[in-house]
């Protein structure tokens, strides 16, 4: 139960860490508005697709948005996988995940793009492309959703297991 809570805590700050990097709120449900024991990814997920035009990922936000993704994929990354993840650097990170089985070797790529991306977007002053930028948020969402599933199906085998 505590990872699940975890889980749709680091989605809902996933969310809102790029509505402020976009800067705006205005198109998206208000958290005490949502149907009780919706999942809040379920709710507003497509919602974060509405409009990915230039005003929400100009040059001077990307910097912002990019920031809260890693850092909260970081978080998470370290919760789920038992090490101090925000504090490496993208190659550690990656060198630590490297062959992982609950991670594909598709997604091990885009989320190592991602970071990669962000590592130039932060301290090389690199501007993103909109069709990147559309990719970011998506691609830290699936890995979430992915690897959460994954650490389900864990610990329904290791229950099932302790069962026989």
């Known amino acids: 139960m505590k990872t699940k809570m975890l889980v749709l805590v680091l989605i809902c700050v996933l969310l809102i860490a790029s ?18 024991g ?16 230039d005003k929400f990922w100009a040059p001077d936000k990307q910097k912002v948005f990019y920031s ?9 990354i370290g919760d789920r996988y ?16 490297k062959g992982d089985k609950s991670i594909t070797q598709e997604l091990f790529g885009e989320m190592k ?8 977007v932060k301290f090389a002053k690199h501007i993103v492309s909109n ?13 979430v959703t ?11 085998g290791g229950e099932e297991a302790a069962g026989e």
């Open 131 to 143: 069709e990147d930028n559309a990719r970011a948020l998506p691609t830290a969402v699936r890995f």
């Open 113 to 120: 793009d991602l970071f990669e991306t962000a590592d130039f």
């Open 146 to 156: 992915s690897t959460y599933q994954a650490e389900i199906e864990e610990e329904a």
């Open 19 to 36: 509505l402020f990097a976009c800067g705006t709120t205005e198109n998206f449900t208000k958290i005490s508005e949502i149907e009780e």
């Open 38 to 53: 919706s999942r809040i990814f379920e709710v507003n997920y497509d919602r974060v697709d509405y409009d990915r035009g």
């Open 82 to 97: 038992g090490f101090d993840a925000p504090e490496m650097t993208t190659a550690e990170l990656f060198d630590a995940l």
């Open 68 to 76: 809260g993704i890693t850092d909260t994929l970081k978080e998470y």
